[in-house]
């Protein structure tokens, strides 16, 4: 049951995760229930690279304030930060 689509999201791109490329890491939002393998695994799958290090970091809930006074939450999420080997990239734009 190993759907590389339904653990790898999609890339995250804001301004930290894009200066992370020159040193051939890329950011990636994955599914909460994922570990480093099936990670590591789908990557190599998709985008036809070799992955030597995969971080992970679990995302909190951010609390959020909606119309003055409605307070909620922002959802978690679990992101994945991959390291490829040299000479390997992934065109994300």
Do not use: W
């Amino acid at each position: 049951m190993f759907d590389p689509y339904k653990i790898i999201k999609h890339p995250i791109v804001t301004e930290k995760a894009t200066n992370l490329t020159k040193e051939n890491k890329y950011v990636f939002c994955v599914d909460k229930k994922a570990n480093k393998h099936q990670i590591k695994k789908a990557i190599e799958e998709l985008y036809k690279v070799k992955v030597e290090k995969v971080f992970v970091v679990n995302v909190r809930p951010k609390k959020r304030r909606y119309r003055f006074y409605i307070e909620g939450f922002k959802s978690g999420y679990k992101k994945a930060i991959v390291e490829l080997k040299e000479g390997e990239r992934i065109a994300i734009t």
